[in-house]
Structures are given as structure tokens and as C-alpha cells.
């Protein structure tokens, strides 16, 4: 006997496996997650993920701190606040920076030696440049620089000597004053005056070019005039920066 397969019962035997194998994998994953999900330890409520944050953030936050005071930074930053906020550091550094730009034209730098060409990092070679100490034998240097020194800080620094009005508020040798100049050796020189007398002098000798005696040549004058950072100019706004800043310091210390 021949039995001869429709159509609809072809299908309908091969739909059912079909449906088997698609619904199986699905209900399968559906199990797996479930026992994933129980083992999986929840908090109990929000409240408790944000405690756990905060306690996190505490001990990072105190990590920060116990790091940051091993640096010691702090201390480092108030000496470094305490040294600037005074009227002798802002004079020397003005100081300091005219002997800077004095120096790069007395003392020029000159190739010392030179280091070879780095593969992967530079391919041409890097010279090494010092400066030449051997001016320091030469007028050309003792010159300019002498003079500098003299109209710059030596001249200012006796006349604030000198002329000391703070340090005359006080009877003479009386024990305020010398306590005043034990703990406070700097007020034995007048900022004030020494800022105005350096101001005077750079004005009369660098840009008028007045001299009581023929202390220096013009040439000598013009170099440390070209030589300064800013010129007379320079040295005019460092003196006045100098003088207001003493005069508000002292404006301070009277309250």
C-alpha cells in the first residue's frame, strides 16, 4: 500500500520541532538568569549603595590628605609667602633682574661642548652653551658693572641708611629701638628712601646723563642703559613699585 503525504501534514510535522527548538533556548537562558540573578548578592534598599560610595569617597579623600602632608607643600608654600611679602625681596628681586639682563651682554654665552644627535628624539645635536667667565678678567666687564652697582644699589642703600625716618621714631639707644633692630635688621635701611634715591639717580644719571665727577664714560652709561631690562624706564618703574609697596607696608604696620 502506498501512502501517499500531503502537504499539511508535512508541514504540521515539521513546524513542531521548529517551535521546540526556538521556545527551548529562550526558556533555557529565562532559567539561567533567574539562578544567576539569586546568587548575585542585591542591597537591600538605595540607601545603603550611597553609604557604601560615602565611605569609599572618605577614604580616598583622607589617602589625598595624608599624601598631600607628607609633601609637606604647606609649609613650603607659607615660607614661600612669608620670604615675598616684604619690601627687601621685591627690591632684590628688581635687583636680580636688572644684574640678569646686565649680565647676558657682559658676560655672553659661548658654545662649552655639544651633545650628539638622540635617535627617536632629536636628530640634529644640542650645543651647551655657559657664560664666558673669561670677561670677568677684562674692563669691559668691571666697567659697566661697577657703575651699575653704584647708582643701583650701593649710593640708595647708604642714603636709606642714612636717612631712616621710621628708624628716628624711636629715641637713640633706647631698648624699643634696639629690639627694632635685633629682630628686624632690615629697617636699619629705609625702603622708602632707598626706592626714591634709586628712582632720582637712574632718572638723572641714565636719562639725562648728569654726573657731579666724570665717574663713568658715555659709552659705559649707554651699555647699561641698553643692557637693562626696559631701560631707564625699568629701573624708574621698579623704583616706584618699590616705593608704594614700602609706603603700604608701612601704612600696615601703623594700624
Known amino acids: 500500500m502506498i501512502h501517499v503525504l500531503t502537504s499539511s501534514s508535512v508541514?504540521?510535522?515539521?513546524?513542531?520541532?521548529?517551535?521546540?527548538?526556538?521556545?527551548?533556548?529562550?526558556?533555557?537562558?529565562?532559567?539561567r538568569t533567574s539562578i544567576l540573578a539569586s546568587n548575585v548578592p542585591l542591597?537591600?534598599?538605595?540607601?545603603?549603595?550611597?553609604?557604601?560610595?560615602?565611605?569609599?569617597?572618605?577614604?580616598?579623600?583622607?589617602?589625598?590628605?595624608?599624601?598631600?602632608?607628607?609633601?609637606?607643600?604647606?609649609?613650603?608654600?607659607?615660607?614661600?609667602?612669608?620670604?615675598?611679602?616684604?619690601?627687601?625681596?621685591?627690591n632684590v628681586l628688581a635687583i636680580m633682574l636688572e644684574f640678569w639682563g646686565l649680565e647676558k651682554v657682559l658676560l655672553p654665552n659661548k658654545r662649552l661642548t655639544e651633545i650628539g644627535p638622540?635617535?627617536?628624539?632629536?636628530?640634529?645635536?644640542t650645543p651647551i652653551m655657559v657664560p664666558d667667565l673669561f670677561q670677568l678678567l677684562?674692563?669691559?666687564?668691571?666697567?659697566?658693572?661697577?657703575?651699575?652697582?653704584?647708582t643701583?644699589?650701593?649710593a640708595p642703600a647708604l642714603t636709606s641708611y642714612f636717612i631712616n625716618l621710621p628708624l628716628q621714631q624711636l629715641p637713640p639707644g633706647s631698648a624699643a629701638?634696639?629690639?627694632?633692630?635685633?629682630?628686624?635688621?632690615?629697617?636699619?635701611?629705609?625702603?622708602?628712601?632707598?626706592?626714591?634715591?634709586?628712582?632720582?639717580i637712574a632718572y638723572c644719571v641714565y636719562a639725562l646723563h648728569f654726573q657731579v665727577v666724570e665717574v663713568a664714560k658715555n659709552a659705559t652709561v649707554a651699555q647699561i642703559n641698553t643692557a637693562v631690562p626696559g631701560g631707564y624706564?625699568?629701573?624708574?618703574?621698579?623704583?616706584?613699585?618699590?616705593?608704594?609697596?614700602?609706603?603700604?607696608?608701612?601704612?600696615?604696620s601703623r594700624r
Do not use: C
Open 233 to 252: 624706564q625699568g629701573m624708574l618703574i621698579s623704583s616706584g613699585l618699590g616705593a608704594a609697596v614700602s609706603l603700604y607696608e608701612a601704612v600696615l
Open 152 to 154: 643701583t644699589v650701593i
Open 177 to 200: 629701638r634696639r629690639a627694632s633692630i635685633k629682630s628686624n635688621p632690615h629697617v636699619q635701611f629705609d625702603p622708602f628712601v632707598f626706592n626714591l634715591t634709586k628712582g632720582f
Open 11 to 31: 508541514t504540521t510535522d515539521a513546524e513542531v520541532p521548529l517551535s521546540a527548538l526556538m521556545k527551548t533556548p529562550g526558556q533555557e537562558l529565562s532559567r
Open 43 to 90: 542591597p537591600p534598599s538605595p540607601a545603603v549603595v550611597t553609604d557604601a560610595i560615602d565611605r569609599q569617597s572618605k577614604r580616598i579623600r583622607t589617602s589625598i590628605s595624608h599624601a598631600y602632608d607628607r609633601t609637606r607643600f604647606h609649609e613650603y608654600s607659607d615660607l614661600a609667602r612669608d620670604t615675598l611679602s616684604s619690601t627687601v625681596t621685591i
Open 138 to 150: 677684562e674692563h669691559g666687564f668691571w666697567a659697566p658693572f661697577s657703575f651699575w652697582l653704584l
Open 118 to 125: 638622540i635617535p627617536g628624539v632629536k636628530s640634529t645635536s
